[in-house]
């Protein structure tokens, strides 16, 4: 079946420091892939997400590209903050399955000042 | 409602007994989903439904769990004879019928099955 793999965490970085998570995927359709966020105490919230080859994603200083050929969904951030300390999924869903949505095992993030 | 609201939020019940989680989509989105999240996993899909029907049960771990939707709107999602395995955070989603729409997620029921 479907599954998603992401690095495992905590990761802990000094604020201002480079992020990258990575996440492979495998998949039996064409997927659309996601990346969500879940900061302390809130629900699960869309971060960012590409739907076909090639196509990157970015948010809030977030960026991951669709990479078919590595089957990977890598989460980077130049310059990462306090306030982005949460758990990030990685999550892909296909059209044909009803898009319902296949999550990895989520990374911590905490990030120091 | 502005979001997708579950309720409740939290909810301690003893082995064996019935619960029902309830989840209120965002209005007009015709497609509803509950998943499950245990402790240090992502959220794990229970179940589809495209209006009033079960598009897709497929990820229910078996017959003591049922979920209804009955008229398109509002879910239930029900738990006979709970055990303290089924203990987890309960997401309900909500999303419009465009194939590209984005799920937006309620924020979920505790349940502790003590």
């Known amino acids: 079946g479907d599954s998603v793999t992401q690095m495992e965490g905590p990761v802990t970085l000094s604020e201002e420091a480079c992020l990258t998570i990575n996440c492979t995927y495998t998949a039996t359709g064409y997927p659309s892939l996601f990346w969500y966020v879940q900061y302390p105490g809130e629900g699960l919230q869309l971060l960012l997400k590409?739907?076909?080859?090639?196509d990157k994603g970015s948010n809030k200083g977030f960026e991951a590209t669709y990479r078919k050929e590595t089957t990977s969904f890598h989460l980077e951030k130049g310059s990462v903050q306090v306030s982005d300390s949460a758990v990030y999924f990685c999550?892909?869903?296909?059209?044909?399955?009803?898009?319902?949505?296949?999550f990895g095992a989520g990374t911590i993030l905490r990030v120091k000042s | 409602g502005a979001g997708v609201s579950q309720t409740p939020s939290n909810k301690v019940t003893e082995k064996g007994k019935y619960v029902e989680l309830r989840c209120d989509p965002i209005s007009g989105h015709t497609a509803l989903y509950w998943y499950r999240q245990s402790l240090g996993q992502g959220p794990e899909f229970l179940i589809y439904f495209q209006g009033t029907g079960a598009a897709d049960d497929s990820g229910l771990p078996n017959d003591r769990f049922f979920a209804v939707r009955p008229e398109g709107s509002v879910s239930t999602l029900k738990i006979q004879r709970t055990e303290r395995g089924d203990s987890a955070v309960y997401l309900c989603?909500?999303?419009?019928?465009?194939?590209?729409?984005?799920?937006?997620f309620g924020q979920g029921t505790r349940l502790t099955v003590v």
């Open positions: 999550a892909l869903s296909v059209l044909e399955y009803g898009n319902k949505l296949v």
């Open positions: 590409a739907t076909k080859a090639d």
């Open positions: 989603a909500s999303r419009s019928q465009s194939a590209s729409a984005e799920a937006f």
